[in-house]
């Protein structure tokens, strides 16, 4: 049976502490992609990420790596959980899933509310992107949206420029593809369509 793991990205720790902010793996399209995947027979999980704030990078191979990743494997990771995901599919050579969709996936450029944040940001994105990672999954996408973050634009032309096979799907409009931000609701049926087309 398929499954998929939806990968968050990163919070402040003012947000992470904020109790009228919903957990990362609850709030923006997460809870209604999850439910969508599942009545269309796909196990979906979305994993949380303690301390999210802090950046650690074990933390978050530590969590995905609970579950059993392999070519029944879907991937969705939203910026930061993008990049992770990036990295951790680059140093995994040998495993292979599904379909791997990036939305605004960030690599590392830094935005100016994570500035104090630098060295964690160097350490969690000190990586080489292997070229041929979309070679080894179904299907690898990003998506991308016109007005997203300088950094996001840079990450994609990144990512665009190292890896081979890469699909690039760029949108109008979407910011970050936040709840708060462009997007005026929480259903994502282009994502949707992109995991179980």
């Not at 939806?6 to 904020?18: D, P, R, T």
């Not at 630098?118 to 940001?121: A, F, G, L, N, S």
């Given at each position: 049976m398929k499954h998929a793991v939806?990968?968050?990205?990163?919070?402040?720790?003012?947000?992470?502490?904020?109790p009228d902010?919903p957990?990362?793996s609850n709030?923006?399209w997460f809870p209604w992609?999850?439910?969508?995947?599942?009545?269309?027979?796909?196990a979906?999980q979305?994993?949380?990420?303690?301390?999210?704030?802090?950046?650690?990078?074990?933390s978050?191979?530590?969590e995905?790596?609970r579950?059993?990743i392999g070519?029944?494997?879907q991937?969705?990771?939203h910026?930061?959980?993008?990049?992770?995901?990036v990295?951790?599919?680059s140093?995994?050579?040998?495993v292979h899933?599904?379909r791997?969709v990036?939305?605004?996936?960030?690599?590392?450029?830094?935005?100016?509310d994570v500035?104090?944040l630098?060295?964690?940001?160097d350490?969690?994105?000190?990586?080489?992107?292997?070229s041929?990672?979309?070679?080894r999954t179904?299907?690898?996408?990003?998506?991308?949206s016109?007005?997203?973050?300088?950094?996001?634009?840079q990450?994609?032309?990144?990512l665009?420029?190292?890896v081979?096979?890469?699909d690039v799907?760029?949108?109008h409009g979407y910011?970050h593809?936040?709840?708060?931000?462009?997007?005026?609701?929480e259903e994502?049926?282009?994502?949707?369509?992109?995991?179980?087309?």
């Open positions: 939806l990968v968050h990205g990163f919070a402040s720790k003012s947000e992470y502490y904020n902010y957990s990362l709030c923006h992609l999850q439910k969508q995947l599942l009545m269309h027979e796909i979906a979305t994993p949380e990420i303690p301390r999210v704030y802090e950046l650690n990078y074990n978050w191979v530590r995905l790596e579950y059993d070519p029944h494997t991937l969705v990771g910026s930061c959980g993008g990049g992770f995901l990295r951790w599919l140093e995994h050579k040998a899933v599904g791997v990036l939305v605004a996936p960030w690599l590392g450029p830094t935005f100016e500035t104090r630098k060295p964690q940001v350490a969690f994105f000190h990586f080489a992107i292997d041929l990672l979309a070679g179904e299907r690898l996408v990003v998506f991308n016109d007005d997203d973050h300088p950094a996001i634009q990450s994609v032309q990144t665009g420029a190292h081979r096979g890469l799907r760029e949108f910011g593809f936040c709840l708060g931000d462009k997007m005026k609701s994502f049926p282009e994502l949707l369509h992109e995991l179980i087309g």
